[in-house]
């Protein structure tokens, strides 16, 4: 059964620097989307991406996160310059019901 | 109020149980309702996805949705310890665009522990 990838599973960085989270989406999903789970409370929307370009945002989609899809393949979320509250499970998903990857867990030192 | 409600449990039954998790919601703009099965340190699996009031089987899975009462339940029948996870419930309410339908809002999670 296809599956959400990502990569890397674990990542840890200190405060300040800049991150890339990526993924893989089902290979004929057109929808991706990013959520966030901060340890302890809900998952949450981040952001919509559809046709190269973000479809919706949430108030925690700021100006330090960002989204592409540089090939046909992959969709990554970018963290300009991490907080200690960015650390977080970071979800990707794509279809509609949606189908999410095993999360990279981010650690912000 | 919060817009989904879910009881965090945790909940524990024996092999065998039929357990009932359920959530409330309050905005009445919700449409499709989703039931996620989240394992440790994995990713929300889904389960069950319904859009009308009424309940939807699936196997052991059955899926109750009550839009006058704001209210769904998922059941699972013959409970197994593979079974215990954590159970998230979901909801949107899908507007004009095509990715409205995968902006989720979530339940805090029911943690479900089936003991042998």
């Known amino acids: 059964e296809p599956e959400v990838t990502q990569t890397p599973s674990h990542q840890v960085t200190q405060m300040g620097q800049e991150v890339i989270l990526r993924c893989v989406p089902i290979?004929?999903?057109?929808?991706f989307y990013w959520y966030r789970q901060i340890l302890g409370q809900k998952v949450e929307f981040l952001v919509s991406?559809?046709?190269?370009?973000?479809?919706?945002k949430s108030e925690i989609f700021d100006d330090q996160f960002s989204v592409e899809r540089p090939d046909g393949s992959n969709f990554t979320l970018k963290i300009r310059s991490t907080k200690l509250e960015d650390s977080a499970m970071y979800f990707c998903a794509s279809g509609g019901p949606l189908h999410f990857g095993n999360g990279t867990r981010l650690t912000v030192t | 109020q919060k817009e989904v409600e879910q009881d965090p449990g945790p909940l524990s039954v024996p092999e065998g149980a039929i357990v009932s998790l359920n959530c409330t919601y309050s905005?009445?703009?919700?449409?499709?309702f989703m039931w996620y099965r989240q394992y440790s340190r994995k990713g929300p699996e889904l389960l069950m996805y319904t859009y009308s009031s009424g309940n939807k089987e699936d196997g052991r899975f059955t899926a109750q949705v009550d839009k006058s009462s704001k209210y769904i339940s998922l059941f699972i029948r013959d409970s197994q310890p593979s079974d215990s996870a954590t159970y998230l419930c979901?909801?949107?309410?899908?507007?004009?665009?095509?990715?409205?339908?995968?902006?989720?809002?979530f339940g805090q999670g029911t943690i479900l522990t089936v003991h042998p």
């Open positions: 991406f559809y046709n190269n370009e973000i479809s919706e």
């Open positions: 979901a909801m949107n309410m899908p507007g004009a665009g095509g990715t409205s339908y995968g902006k989720l809002t």
């Open positions: 290979s004929n999903h057109l929808y």
């Open positions: 905005n009445s703009a919700f449409q499709y």
